[in-house]
């Protein structure tokens, strides 16, 4: 149980790259997302994203304890879950793929309001949720610009 826990909450080992290991796990999602989720129904990829949610909170609450860090740079599953909350109803083109990943990023980095706050909650449910509100930041900036015809 302790390895499939380090599997999900480390997404395949690549939160225990030495440095950046957030922006590093996004990057390798960046293969997942273009072919498997890029042509993906809205209702598949909304429930897998809400699915690939709970079951980070489960393993990253866990991590924590395997790790003994509140919460652990190797946990990078929430990174996964901003990116996909980022992407989400947004159509696909390698640009948006791509400007989708740096502002997921940015936002991660910077966790505004009420992202910052929501690192509080209890084991799981901090780790995952400011990524998630980090990534609806990210959505709401990737729809304005497509609306102003940036992307």
Known sequence: MKLLIILISSFFYSGFFPFASGTFATLCFLPFYYFIFREMSPVLYFSITVGIYFIGVWASSYAAVIFKDKDPH?????????????????????????????????????????????????????????DAIAGVYGNLVMWSLIFLGII
């Open 74 to 130: 190797k946990v990078v599953i929430d990174e996964v879950v901003g990116y996909l909350i980022t992407m989400l109803f947004i159509s696909f083109t390698i640009k948006r793929m791509l400007v989708g990943f740096v502002i997921a990023r940015v936002f991660d980095i910077i966790k505004p309001w009420p992202a910052y706050q929501s690192q509080k909650l209890r084991a799981g449910n901090g780790i995952m949720m400011d």
